[in-house]
């Protein structure tokens, strides 16, 4: 998927994939047009398809970093709102979006095989409160 990306973004949601370096340690953080109908009704326009900060880097502003530079792609391509989604379980990410002011404004469940994801969508109305 992420070769498909990478090689053609315009044809997955104009997907545009950001790489932090720090100290030799790498993240990335890749965004675009809203997949989910039901956030882009809400005026979500814009969604953080991943964000991905190994551990070694969590608290040094990689993501922050990153999450500000999609915030700025974003609203340069008139996307004044977005979300990503998060799993319910994943305490650290949570705790992460709700300190950039990221709202819970949605939720949702999904079948994977065998097992039920609970996942929850974090939304920032304005997207400029992430510069």
């Not at 965004?31 to 809400?42: H, I, K, V």
């Not at 998060?86 to 705790?95: I, K, P, T, W």
């Amino acid at each position: 998927m992420w070769a498909a990306v990478l090689d053609a973004p315009a044809s997955l949601n104009s997907t545009r994939v950001y790489v932090a370096e720090n100290t030799g340690e790498m993240g990335f953080g890749a965004c675009g047009d809203q997949r989910d109908d039901a956030l882009r009704e809400r005026g979500f326009a814009g969604e953080i398809g991943a964000i991905y900060i190994l551990r070694s880097q969590q608290g040094a502003g990689v993501g922050r970093a990153l999450m500000s530079l999609m915030a700025h792609d974003l609203a340069a391509r008139l996307m004044p709102g977005a979300s990503l989604w998060v799993l319910r379980e994943n305490v650290g990410a949570r705790g992460f979006y709700k300190g950039l002011g990221g709202a819970i404004i949605f939720e949702k469940e999904v079948a994977k095989g065998d097992a039920t994801l609970h996942e929850v969508a974090y939304g920032w109305p304005d997207l400029a409160h992430l510069f």
